[in-house]
């Protein structure tokens, strides 16, 4: 055979070799790296300004109502409302706003405020209005609106015009004891100040006053102290205040403050909030001219206000017929999970144009997203009530279109789309509205959980904090949140001491338990106990196992007790009386005072498990008491180092006020032998969340043993009757409280092509003691990346991504991977995601993802030396051509 002969079929060979291996390198599947999506105080509650002014709500202060109605309670009859027009020394009123102007505005046909409460509460509320002749102050427009460090305040609070303007209507023959229709509280119910002139909501000019709802602080700034404003032997109290050329929405927003909703705007202007979905945000303003077709109220609302009951889907409602909920009062509600500090559920109405919903830009279903354990709409990426708009993943968080309702949409709201219905924490939930109907008077939609294997743990109960050698009790409850009864139930509790490494753990009895079957919904309580012998920190690690669950994350939930050694033996967590305690000079009838509540209290809350000390306000006898103090017993001290601990919650301050000033205060003090008390801690404002308090309090010990006293000590003359000072769980030790983190991987393995995407999921817990926020770095490979998702929308950079959680609070994270278009098929990544704490760097934890890349063909990574295969192929051909070429040359010289 001569060369080219030979070379052919050899190079043939070679290209068969290799041509697999450069297919596989070469067609390979793309993928793009996920997006990333961008994630003070006044008087009032301020009414959301005109949107085409194009501004914010200035300083405004997120919060509760001051309404006089609680929340959840029906509003229902006919509530009577007395209405008072005041003009200025240089602004009168126009002309044609007569007391007939404003009696057809409240209690004419619709559009009037009568008729928007009647539409919304289908007939079953409304309002009947006295409009008052017009009054006049003695002051300009100026002297009340002019701002100062807040919002018309320069000269003094607003409500000063609210106290002037009543007391001259009582001088013109008002008589205010007609408008109270509960003569037990002696309070007006509803009474709106209609001022001359325009509003600062809908002008640059600061000198006019911005419409607002507030309450009379102080009826007469020349006595000391908070005076009450009374007229015919009734205090006025709640009150609105709007411009004579404010439009029906204002007063309808308002209004809804009286009944005790709060703002569903975002008040620090940061987002839209509930957008024009609901007259407490910005849908006060709807309809041409601005504000004369306020929205409805959302179905979060007419819920609130006691309208609609809606109906909890407990199985597929499939091809559900849902009417429109402008006449109809149907709304439905898929729980996500109930808690104590209120439930997390979503909410499905049909709003049609109609009404004085005419105005909405469309029509459709309206899904909401409603955690009522948050306070308000100022978190955009953790609101009260969201709205899940249907067109979010193309137009982002803007509920103010008409793509907002879900109409002639057959994939719908589900886990896999975006927005999703997952809740707060990414946790899945299962829950779907799929195929939408088209918009009309009638919808159809599918509601369904397909959910049918999911045990939950719900909740890991234990103390707080425990004496070493203490026995500790541990409560676990166990829920079956799937569609199918699950036969055996079986709970595993782990404990370790410092840390999850298994070396750590401590052995208890009885670890793993079976339980008896339980049916959808039905919930078992699991029991342990313990003995914490050493000091410490010791993990619970809870978790209940099913084949075949459906939601991994809420399988497997974290708690923690601290076990140390209490001085003097001094720890109290409120649950055995005021053994340790004395209120010196406290009347049982103070109006003001220290008591112990327990969780089912109407002011109660507890940290753990029941019962807590709270300062407030419970009726009674006023006392004219500066101080009110909660002392404790003494307490032997034999030297330093030592630290009180406690938990705590307040809210010292009205809503309504805009500075410090407005606030009362909380002390801690001690007082070391015989004195003096000094203070240790000092709190103003509010921080109703739980929080952790240490102190040090070694430097005010003497040198020698001595005995110690603790007090805690508050004033009462701005706290309004709802707020107070909540302490629990208090103790004195020699070793102070720390922080900690730990992760629980959901899932950690995962097979990805080159420059696909792999989604591992995590739990983050704060096994700490403290509130405490973390943060992540990550080892990736060479040309990887990643990206963080932190809850059901909000997708971040790793190094970027802060974590908020409360000590044993968890959250759900997803780690999101892509591998390199180069990375070789067949080799195995190991990742290192670290949380760490913001405010420890030596705390942290490991999640560790192992990403596959994908190898179909089973190439084990060979096509990284696929050159070499092809050189050396090449080599070896050219040797065989090179070695025949010689044995030819010699065959044919041997023949001569």
Do not use: C
């Amino acid at each position: 055979m001569n060369l080219p002969a030979k070379a052919l079929p050899l190079l043939l060979a070679a290209l068969l070799v290799a041509g697999p291996l450069l297919i596989v390198v070469s067609a390979l599947p793309a993928s793009t790296v996920p997006t990333t999506t961008a994630m003070k105080r006044v008087p009032q509650h301020l009414i959301t300004p005109d949107p085409q002014l194009g501004a914010g709500v200035p300083q405004v202060e997120a919060g509760p109502s001051s309404g006089g109605s609680a929340l959840g309670t029906r509003a229902s009859g006919t509530d009577p409302v007395i209405v008072i027009p005041i003009e200025f020394q240089d602004v009168t009123h126009a002309g044609a706003h007569n007391t007939a102007y404003f009696d057809s505005m409240m209690n004419g046909p619709s559009p009037s405020v009568n008729g928007f409460y009647q539409e919304n509460s289908y007939g079953t509320f409304g309002l009947q209005a006295t409009v008052a002749g017009w009054v006049r102050s003695a002051h300009t427009m100026a002297y009340y609106g002019q701002d100062g460090s807040g919002v018309d305040d320069a000269t003094g609070p607003i409500y000063r015009l609210t106290v002037e303007a009543v007391q001259l209507a009582h001088a013109a023959g008002v008589n205010f004891a007609n408008f109270d229709s509960n003569p037990n509280d002696g309070v007006v119910d509803h009474v709106v100040i209609v001022h001359a002139g325009g509003a600062q909501e809908a002008s640059p000019n600061t000198n006019l006053i911005w419409s607002h709802r507030w309450a009379v602080i102080d009826g007469d700034p020349n006595l000391p102290g908070d005076q009450r404003l009374v007229e015919d032997s009734k205090q006025i109290y709640g009150y609105a205040m709007i411009s004579e050329d404010s439009p029906v929405g204002v007063l309808a927003h308002e209004f809804g403050h009286d009944l005790g909703l709060p703002d569903l705007y975002d008040t620090d202007s940061s987002s839209l909030g509930i957008g024009v979905w609901d007259v407490m945000g910005s849908g006060s303003w709807n309809g041409n001219p601005r504000g004369t077709s306020p929205s409805d109220f959302s179905a979060w609302s007419k819920v609130k206000l006691g309208w609609v009951t809606p109906i909890e889907v407990t199985a597929p409602l499939l091809s559900q017929r849902i009417a429109q909920v402008e006449n109809n009062s149907v709304v439905y509600r898929l729980t996500i999970k109930t808690a104590s500090t209120g439930d997390e559920y979503l909410l499905v109405e049909n709003r049609e144009r109609v009404g004085f919903d005419a105005a909405q830009p469309g029509s459709g279903l309206l899904i909401y997203h409603v955690d009522d354990s948050v306070p308000n709409n100022d978190n955009e990426a953790h609101r009260k009530v969201d709205v899940l708009e249907a067109d979010e993943a193309s137009a982002g968080d803007t509920p103010n279109d008409a793509g907002d309702p879900w109409a002639s949409n057959a994939v719908g709201l589900g886990p896999d789309t975006n927005p999703n219905s997952n809740g707060y924490g990414n946790i899945r939930t299962g829950w779907k509205v799929r195929n939408i109907g088209a918009a009309g008077t009638i919808m159809v939609a599918d509601l369904s959980r397909e959910v049918d294997d999911d045990l939950a743990i719900l909740k890991v109960t234990h103390p707080t904090a425990v004496a070493v050698n203490s026995a500790v009790n541990v409560f676990v409850t166990v829920r079956n949140q799937g569609a199918r009864t699950q036969p055996n139930v079986n709970v595993t509790l782990r404990v370790f001491l410092n840390s999850l490494a298994p070396a750590s753990e401590v052995n208890i009895s009885n670890g793993r338990q079976s339980g008896p079957g339980l049916n959808t919904t039905q919930f078992e309580v699991f029991t342990w106990t313990f003995t914490a012998s050493s000091q410490g920190r010791y993990i619970l690690d809870a978790r209940v196992d099913l084949a075949g669950d459906e939601i991994l994350e809420n399988n497997e939930r974290l708690g923690h007790v601290t076990s140390l050694v209490f001085v003097d033996g001094f720890q109290d967590d409120v649950e055995s009386g005021m053994g340790l305690w004395n209120t010196p000079g406290q009347g049982a009838l103070d109006a003001y005072r220290w008591a112990i509540v327990d969780d089912s209290s109407p002011y109660g809350k507890s940290h753990s498990p029941t019962h807590a000390w709270r300062f407030g306000y419970y009726g009674g006898i006023p006392n004219l008491m500066r101080y009110h103090y909660l002392d404790s017993r003494a307490i032997s001290v034999t030297g330093g180092p030592l630290y009180l601990v406690y938990y705590q919650s307040y809210d010292l301050s009205r809503i309504e006020t805009p500075t410090a000033n407005e606030t009362d205060n909380a002390s801690v003090e001690v007082m070391a032998g015989a004195g003096p008390w000094q203070r240790v801690a000092f709190f103003q404002g509010k921080g109703l969340p739980w929080q952790t308090i240490s102190v040090n309090l070694t430097p005010y010990l003497g040198p020698t043993p001595t005995t110690l006293r603790l007090r805690f000590n508050a004033t009462s003359s701005i706290m309004p009757n709802t707020g107070g000072w909540w302490v629990d769980d208090i103790f004195l030790s020699a070793t102070n409280l720390s922080r900690a983190v730990a992760v629980l991987p959901v899932v950690s393995d995962r097979t990805v092509d080159p420059g696909a995407e792999a989604v591992f999921t995590f739990k983050l817990v704060n096994i700490g003691d403290y509130d405490d926020t973390f943060r992540f770095s990550a080892a990736l490979p060479s040309g990887w990346t990643a990206v963080l998702v932190t809850n059901s929308t909000s997708v971040v950079p790793v190094g970027t991504a802060r974590v908020p959680l409360a000590p044993d609070a968890e959250t759900s994270l997803q780690f999101r991977v892509v591998a390199a278009t180069s990375a070789l098929r067949g080799t195995v990544e190991t990742i290192h995601l670290t949380a760490t704490s913001a405010n420890d760097a030596s705390k942290s934890a490991d999640f560790v993802a192992t990403a596959r890349v994908a190898d179909p063909l089973g190439l084990g990574g060979i096509q990284k030396y696929i050159v070499w295969i092809i050189l050396l192929g090449i080599a070896l051909i050219v040797i065989v051509i090179l070695v025949d070429h010689a044995k030819s040359r010699k065959f044919r010289g041997h023949l001569r």
